[in-house]
């Protein structure tokens, strides 16, 4: 009788060290699953526009300038959304055909405005000059994150004054009230 208890034991040990091993191998596929779906996958995105558009593919992998479609920053308060006609300029004869390339050409047929979802907003009394940010040297980058990295882009910083006013401090420009004030 106690042989047969120590056998039963024995048989319950094994099943066990292999639930155990099962067990262990299933949370281990899980977490590395999780792990790899993260880092694949962004974790922000920005809000779903009427015409998708991949900062990510024009910005990264072409190495297309923020200038050279958001001209305005160079020289103005705003950056501004660019024209139709400047996709155009490019897409009335590179991949014509893309879904989203079609959908961009009947809004210019229709000569209609795209309206695009805002992503960076500041309040109306709040003065903002992308000109001078950029004459002073700073990098889009510091305020708007690795945008050429983004398929959608994502509000990064929520610019609230204690933001700003760190940066000033931090590039040891004035953080006077009628800087951004006016």
């Known amino acids: 009788m106690t042989d047969l208890s120590s056998q039963v034991r024995s048989r319950w040990r094994k099943l066990r060290r292999t639930e155990l091993i099962l067990a262990a191998a299933a949370v281990l ?7 790899g779906y993260f880092l694949y996958y962004p974790r922000k995105i920005g809000p779903e526009q009427p015409i998708h558009f991949s900062h990510r593919l024009h910005a990264g992998t072409k190495q297309i300038s923020c200038f050279f479609c958001h001209p305005g920053a160079m020289n103005t308060p705003r950056s501004g959304v660019p024209p139709l006609e400047t996709c155009l300029l490019c897409h009335s004869r590179i991949i014509v055909d893309h879904p989203e390339i079609v959908k961009l050409r009947a809004y ?21 000059d992308h000109s001078a940010h950029v004459r002073a040297g700073f990098d ?3 305020c708007h994150g690795d945008v050429a990295g983004m398929d959608r882009v994502w509000l990064v910083h929520d610019f609230q004054m204690g933001f700003c006013v760190q940066c ?12 951004c004030h006016r």
């Open 108 to 128: 210019y047929d229709a000569g209609k405005p795209v309206k695009w979802a805002r992503v960076n907003d500041l309040p109306d009394f709040v003065y903002f």
């Open 29 to 35: 596929s899980v977490a590395a699953a999780a792990w």
């Open 168 to 179: 000033h401090r931090d590039s040891g420009f004035s953080h006077d009230c009628l800087i």
């Open 140 to 142: 889009c980058g510091r």
